[in-house]
């Protein structure tokens, strides 16, 4: 079975220590899931961006990119969904 690394930049190490413990859980419990499946049922490519992808986790929005070659899964930002695409 392949397996994705998961690699957060800046922002979205930042976003999760802000985020609630319980919801924390959630949001690391899909990322989790995403190192097995990259795009799974829900996922939805952003428009505008060549390789951005997003998850809904309730009210948080996970955006990331998946750079295939290198089995790696980039988490660019981690917000709530009313922020999550400014």
Do not use: Q
Not at 20 to 46: H, M, Q
Not at 51 to 58: D, E, N, P
């Amino acid at each position: 079975m392949i397996k994705y690394k998961i690699s957060l930049s800046n922002s979205a190490e930042k976003a999760l220590k802000k985020i609630p413990k319980n919801d924390v859980r959630r949001v690391l419990a899909k990322l989790e899931s995403l190192t097995i499946d990259p795009f799974p049922d829900g996922c939805k490519k952003l428009e505008g961006e060549a390789h951005a992808f997003r998850v809904r986790v309730g009210i948080y929005r996970i955006i990331y990119d998946v750079i295939g070659t290198d089995l790696i899964i980039f988490v660019l930002k981690i917000a709530h969904r009313k922020d999550a695409y400014r």
